[in-house]
T-cell receptor, first 115, second 115 residues
Framework: GAGVSQSPSNKVTEKGKDVELRCDPI?????LYWYRQSLGQGLEFLIY????????KSGLPSDRFSAERTGGSVSTLTIQRTQQEDSAVYLC?????????????FGEGSRLTVL | AQSVTQLDSQVPVFEEAPVELRCNYS??????LFWYVQYPNQGLQLLLK??????LVKGINGFEAEFNKSQTSFHLRKPSVHISDTAEYFC?????????????FGKGTMLLVSP
């Protein structure tokens, strides 16, 4: 597609349930990033993929969070046993390669609300 | 590790007035610097970036920023703002210690332009 696509755009779930958030990057972009945006907290880095591998997953806040990327394209961020503090907008971005050659292209985000 | 401080969470300004959004970074290694803008209900998009060379960088929509290594700053400026510039602005840094592969964002500055 023309841009980074994320789904669902909005997700409301009950505490304790698992959720999956999907990101479809720009075709040909090898790098993929997940960030979390909470009110007043800016963007918090979660994980970075180069191809299908994740050289940097240092930002995942707990072992309830996991992400995978298959075929060097679509990525899924999974949150298990959701908690209210997981409520945020989850942003996905992609880039052609290393940041010194380009920029991040962001999707519009998946807004997660945990009741 | 690097970090970014955006000193103002909100900047109100009248239309056609000049504006400066402040950004300071902390890093012990060489960095690349970015400003992103997020319009309401949209994803982030790149305004401008500093990689090397001239310390004055010009971006889209009439914005510019100046890299000041001695003050570790990268302030964003526009000589005359429009109502349509109302958005949240994020400063970001990428450092050599991460292989320039990930961006660390500040908490954002909300620019509110009124008539």
């Amino acid at each position: 597609g023309a841009g980074v696509s994320q789904s669902p755009s909005n997700k409301v779930t009950e505490k304790g349930k698992d959720v999956e958030l999907r990101c479809d990057p720009i075709s040909g972009h090898t790098a993929l990033y997940w960030y979390r945006q909470s009110l007043g907290q800016g963007l918090e880095f979660l994980i970075y993929f180069q191809g299908n591998s994740a050289p940097d997953k240092s930002g995942l806040p707990s072992d309830r969070f996991s992400a995978e990327r298959t075929g060097g394209s679509v990525s899924t961020l999974t949150i298990q046993r959701t908690q209210q503090e997981d409520s945020a907008v989850y942003l996905c971005a992609s880039s052609l390669g290393a940041l010194n050659t380009g920029e991040l292209f962001f999707g519009e985000g998946s807004r997660l609300t945990v009741l | 590790a690097q970090s970014v401080t955006q000193l103002d969470s909100q900047v109100p300004v009248f239309e056609e007035a000049p504006v400066e959004l402040r950004c300071n970074y902390s890093s012990s290694v060489s960095v690349y610097l970015f400003w992103y803008v997020q319009y309401p209900n949209q994803g982030l998009q790149l305004l401008l970036k500093y990689l090397s060379g001239s310390t004055l960088v010009k971006g889209i929509n009439g914005f510019e920023a100046e890299f000041n290594k001695s003050q570790t700053s990268f302030h964003l400026r526009k000589p005359s703002v429009h109502i349509s510039d109302t958005a949240e602005y994020f400063c970001a840094v990428s450092g050599m210690n991460s292989g320039y592969s990930t961006l660390t964002f500040g908490k954002g500055t909300m620019l509110l332009v009124s008539p």
